[in-house]
């Protein structure tokens, strides 16, 4: 089936690092791919998407790139911000509805 | 509305009590989804509604969970008869149509902690 495998957490930086969190799905089909962020005592939110190869997502300073060669989407910020401290989750669909979620990578800034 | 919204936030249970959880998707939203996410973990998918009709439920756990969306806006999950394992944080999303491109939006989620 569908699904989704992302870095383990937690991951914590230093203010101005730079973060990378790693994502690659299984999929039978053409996924979209979808970053999703859950900020302290927030709802999920949708941070970025991108629905074909190749195609780039990007929102907040964060950017995803779809690679179907390698089969990832991986994260990158060039420089976080405390404000960045966030569960973050890589998802697919490759059907019209049904988002599959990786497990969430925690993320904590420091000044 | 401006966004889903869902209630109560917060319902504890005592073991064998039923429990509903309500969600007010986003007005015009064709579509609306149930996850269910355990501590530590992303959600999982539990049912799909196409305004009142409900075109997946492969993902309710078992013949305890019960969803319903009569009047193709609000939805209520329903569990009875609660177990331990139900405890987690039910979360409702919307979006325009159901594409494989639509962006789903998500409510707050209700944490149900079963005694």
């Known amino acids: 089936g569908d699904s989704v495998t992302q870095m383990e957490g937690p991951v914590t930086l230093s203010e101005e690092a730079f973060l990378t969190i790693n994502c690659t799905y299984t999929a039978t089909g053409y996924p979209s791919l979808f970053w999703y962020v859950q900020y302290p005592g927030e709802g999920l939110q949708l941070l970025l998407k991108?629905?074909?190869?190749?195609d780039k997502g990007s929102n907040k300073g964060f950017e995803a790139t779809y690679r179907k060669e390698t089969t990832s989407f991986h994260l990158e910020k060039g420089s976080v911000q405390v404000s960045d401290s966030a569960v973050y989750f890589c998802a697919l669909k490759t059907n019209d509805y049904k988002l599959s979620f990786g497990a969430g990578t925690t993320v904590t800034v420091r000044a | 509305g401006a966004g889903v919204s869902q209630s109560p936030r917060y319902k504890v249970a005592k073991r064998g009590q039923d429990v509903a959880l309500r969600c007010d998707p986003i007005?015009?939203?064709?579509?609306l989804f149930w996850y269910q996410q355990a501590l530590g973990q992303g959600p999982e998918f539990l049912t799909y509604f196409q305004n009142e009709a409900q075109l997946d439920k492969s993902g309710l756990p078992s013949d305890r969970f019960f969803a319903e969306r009569p009047e193709g806006s609000v939805s209520t999950l329903k569990i009875q008869r609660t177990q331990q394992e139900d405890s987690a944080v039910y979360l409702c999303?919307?979006?325009?149509?159901?594409?494989?491109?639509?962006?789903?939006?998500f409510g707050p989620g209700t944490r149900l902690t079963v005694l």
């Open positions: 007005s015009g939203h064709v579509s």
């Open positions: 991108a629905t074909k190869a190749d």
């Open positions: 999303a919307s979006s325009f149509e159901g594409l494989a491109t639509d962006t789903q939006y």
